[in-house]
């Protein structure tokens, strides 16, 4: 397609220094510290018989190759081989030292840092939009969040609130959004089943903070507020959506379902600043394009599904970044790639 600039608006670039040393279980410090065990855990898979797990064993080792990339410029370099020269992306950092699974080598105060040298690259900053994060209860967490956007020129917010806080943290109501709405500052947040979470947390827990509906009294209170919910839902749901479908006896049944609820909340008009992304969960690519395509042909849904990937958390997953986008291009057309790639992108940045 003549002129296109994809915008990909979900990856990292965050490395294992910046992740917590035991999650998301203790031996995984052993393999951080000696990356030649899981080379030869892939050597003992290749002589079973099921090809499956060693298929497995080799996306956990491509996936921790790419998280041991000493600097996030290595980690950026690595997405860029997938796309056209002319792609941006949006990268998104992670504050996980609160999260309850150990010390992180690099906090981050360093992660934004080096984040913002990313930018000044001069062969690949342009391509940069960098995101800053927020845990609110950390101390000096809005002064480095207002340094990022001062100082660094950082273009948005990344929320995790699994990590340990809700949507309507008070710092958050009193301090952040009202910064994001009087700037213009889009905010993406995490809303799937998946993911990490704190890690005394249980998944129900977690689960009432990351709910798309804990994010109403956000948008009611903040209606300008340009809010994206992060991979649509999530693997679990879009599969409950497919398989299970809705109990015509019970009326609530669409709201117990993130996919659903993001769909009609959307469709509403009541929150039109609310945005999703098909990051991550489009990698289930066989099984949920053509629900993706149904919902490309609704007038309104359209113009607010975003572009993403969620590298590098995908060098888990068999298909690749580039076999993913192309096959996505392909499937829905120039038109509607056009729609989430361009289009809606510029519109949830601010730059239509």
């Known amino acids: 397609m003549a002129g296109i600039e994809i915008t990909n608006c979900h990856i990292h670039t965050f490395t294992t220094a910046h992740a917590p040393r035991y999650y998301p279980v203790g031996v995984v410090a052993l393999f951080r510290a000696m990356p030649v065990l899981l080379t030869a855990l892939r050597r003992a898979a290749r002589l079973q018989p099921w090809q499956g797990l060693y298929d497995s064993v080799v996306r956990l080792e491509n996936f921790h190759r790419t998280g041991r990339r000493l600097t996030q ?100 109501m009193r301090e952040v959004y009202p910064l994001c709405t009087e700037r213009g500052l889009p905010v993406m947040t995490h809303c799937s089943r998946g993911g990490v979470r704190h890690k005394r947390w249980s998944q129900a827990r977690a689960d009432r903070v990351t709910d798309p509906r804990a994010y109403i009294p956000v948008m009611e209170a903040f209606p300008g507020l340009k809010l994206c919910l992060a991979h649509f839902g999530g693997d679990q749901d879009w599969k409950a959506y497919l398989t299970d479908g809705f109990d015509p006896e019970d009326p609530e049944a669409r709201t117990t379902n993130w996919l659903s609820l993001i769909v009609d909340m959307i469709r509403s008009g009541d929150y039109p600043n609310l945005y999703t992304d098909i990051s991550y969960t489009i990698f289930k690519f066989a099984a949920y394009l053509p629900l993706l395509r149904l919902f490309m042909e609704d007038p309104v849904l359209r113009t607010r599904i975003l572009f993403g990937s969620d590298f590098y958390m995908t060098r888990q997953e068999k298909l690749s970044e580039k076999a993913v986008s192309i096959g996505l291009r392909d499937a829905l057309g120039e038109a509607h790639f056009r729609q989430i790639a361009e289009t809606n992108p510029r519109g949830w940045l601010g730059e239509a």
């Open 73 to 172: 410029r290595d980690v950026f370099l690595e997405v860029l081989r997938y796309y056209p020269r002319s792609t941006r992306f949006v990268v998104l950092p992670m504050d996980m030292a609160q999260s309850g699974h150990g010390p992180v080598d690099a906090d981050i105060h360093a992660q934004h840092r080096e984040l913002f040298e990313l930018t000044q690259d001069p062969d690949y900053g342009h391509r940069v939009i960098p995101f800053a994060t927020i845990f609110p209860g950390r101390g000096g967490a809005v002064d480095e969040l207002r340094r990022c956007i001062d100082d660094y020129g950082f273009r948005g917010v990344k929320l995790y609130t699994k990590l340990g806080y809700a949507p309507t943290d008070d710092v958050l």
